[in-house]
């Protein structure tokens, strides 16, 4: 099911305002007037490695397809995992509570990365373009399985799977956007709430609604919840592109 972008913000503005959490700090991060932050900036990560390629242009390699090939412009709008398509993870400064994302994003054949609230929720992003295979939360847009990390890497379950397979083959662009609600504690730190993925699309089409996450997700899903935390893009699992990456905190 294809969503018009009116339907979208009335979702959004709905989920949101029944959150009712606590307000978040002001963010130190520039916003537009609409109060989305434009994330395409190096100083809002923790730790931007210099080995990404920031270009205008991005395709995949013709001599191999598992690969990019980017050409450095100091003036672009791209990011590009470095040549190998293996960089540390980007991590926000900035913590947040209840928000909206939007990614633009494009993969190379077989490769996999993600996005992550609170740096531990994570929705996947793997090239799983006309594949056959039953969805799963490891399939293109899922929401990650739990997994044991102890004795090699063992998922625990299958994660929540998208409603559909809204994925575009390899070399093109790619728009996720959710909306997302943090887990709820009481005074005493107690969870009152799961997190939620109020909303999901994925090129357009609706792949997640009013979902419940019990834990955060991966090796992570054994990790305390708080209700805030920073937002991650996943770049050490191969190589990928991004462009246009913003956030808007609930008010």
Not at 36 to 59: G, H, N, Q, S, Y
Not at 139 to 156: E, T
Not at 190 to 206: D, F, I, M, P, Y
Request: proline fraction near 8%.
């Amino acid at each position: 099911m294809r969503v018009p972008p009116a339907a979208l913000l009335a979702t959004v503005a709905g989920a949101l305002a029944v959150a009712q959490e606590p307000k978040s700090p002001p963010s130190s991060a520039p916003s537009a007037a609409d109060g989305w932050i434009d994330l395409m900036r190096p100083d809002l990560w923790r730790k931007f490695d210099p080995r990404w390629i920031v270009t205008d242009a991005v395709e995949l390699n013709p001599e191999k397809t598992t690969r990019l090939l980017a050409r450095p412009k100091a003036a672009g709008t791209i990011w590009v995992n470095g040549e190998t398509g293996r960089l540390p993870d980007l991590i926000t400064k900035e913590e947040f509570g209840d928000c909206e994302v939007h990614v633009e994003f494009l993969i190379a054949k077989n490769s996999n990365s993600g996005i992550k609230f609170h740096a531990v929720y994570e929705i996947q992003i793997l090239d799983t373009f006309g594949s056959k295979k039953e969805l799963s939360g490891d399939s293109m847009g899922g929401i990650y399985p739990r997994a044991d990390d102890k004795m090699g890497y063992k998922h625990l379950d299958k994660g929540i799977a998208p409603k559909v397979n809204a994925a575009k083959a390899p070399g093109e662009w790619q728009t996720l956007e959710v909306v997302w609600k943090s887990p709820r504690f009481d005074e005493t730190g107690e969870k009152t709430a799961n997190a939620t993925v109020v909303r999901a699309v994925l090129n357009g089409q609706v792949i997640h609604e009013n979902v419940e996450l019990k834990t955060p997700t991966g090796a992570n899903w054994v990790r305390k919840e708080v209700p805030r935390g920073p937002f991650m893009l996943q770049a050490d699992h191969g190589p990928v592109a991004f462009r246009n990456v913003k956030i808007k905190p609930a008010k």
